[in-house]
T-cell receptor, first 111, second 110 residues
Framework: TQLLEQSPQFLSIQEGENLTVYCNSS?????LQWYRQEPGEGPVLLVT?????EVKKLKRLTFQFGDARKDSSLHITAAQPGDTGLYLC???????????FGKGTLLTVNP | EAQVTQNPRYLITVTGKKLTVTCSQN?????MSWYRQDPGLGLRQIYY???????DKGDVPEGYKVSRKEKRNFPLILESPSPNQTSLYFC?????????FGPGTRLTVL
């Protein structure tokens, strides 16, 4: 079974701080995705990483895919209250039609 | 505007009363999927559809049915809802690797 473990489960920080959240698996994934979900809404795709060792940047967010394609990290620089939300990682399982999600990291950025 | 819509957004019902949650997308996507989201369990896939008349089970299909008679619609049917199906439900559609999620349907089964 391909599982995705996310850590930490909860994170509460002050505006301006940096943070990193992790998504780990014992299985190899062909790709991993990161989503952000805000209260009362569906998840929104932030990025897809495909190549081992790949780094992608989205403004203050930096995503990295592990060399062995078993893990990924999301680093946020100078967090802002608008970054508050549930961050989910997801990967395809067997086929691109079957997606496994981690349980998420709930981030709160306090003003 | 490209979007996935779900109806109803909120529903309270009683055990055994059949219900349907509708999902519609206007992006001409072939792939659609249903998920449920529960505290401590995360998002779990219920059913997915690769195209019209082509559906398959996800991780938690028990107690649910789906149909895909048209490309744009993918309704989720609960023939005899039970309290353990109380959850937040999301429909999604995708082209390639980008999934677009609907706003969610919060279902309570008493």
């Amino acid at each position: 079974t391909q599982l995705l473990e996310q850590s930490p489960q909860f994170l509460s920080i002050q505006e301006g701080e940096n943070l990193t959240v992790y998504c780990n698996s014992s299985s190899v994934f062909s790709s991993l995705q990161w989503y952000r979900q805000e209260p009362g809404e569906g998840p929104v795709l932030l990025v897809t990483v495909v190549t081992g060792g790949e780094v992608k940047k989205l403004k203050r967010l930096t995503f990295q895919f592990g060399d062995a394609r078993k893990d990924s990290s999301l680093h946020i620089t100078a967090a802002q209250p608008g970054d508050t939300g549930l961050y989910l990682c997801a990967g395809p399982r067997g086929s691109n039609y079957k997606l496994t999600f981690g349980k998420g990291t709930l981030l709160t950025v306090n003003p | 505007e490209a979007q996935v819509t779900q109806n109803p957004r909120y529903l309270i019902t009683v055990t055994g009363k059949k219900l349907t949650v509708t999902c519609s997308q206007n992006m001409n996507h072939e792939y659609m999927s249903w998920y449920r989201q529960d505290p401590g369990l995360g998002l779990r896939q219920i059913y997915y559809s690769m195209n019209v008349e082509v559906t398959d089970k996800g991780d938690v299909p028990e107690g649910y049915k789906v149909s895909r008679k048209e490309k744009r619609n993918f309704p989720l049917i609960l023939e005899s809802p039970s309290p353990n199906q109380t959850s937040l439900y999301f429909c999604a559609s995708s082209s390639g690797d980008t999934q677009y999620f609907g706003p969610g349907t919060r279902l309570t089964v008493l």
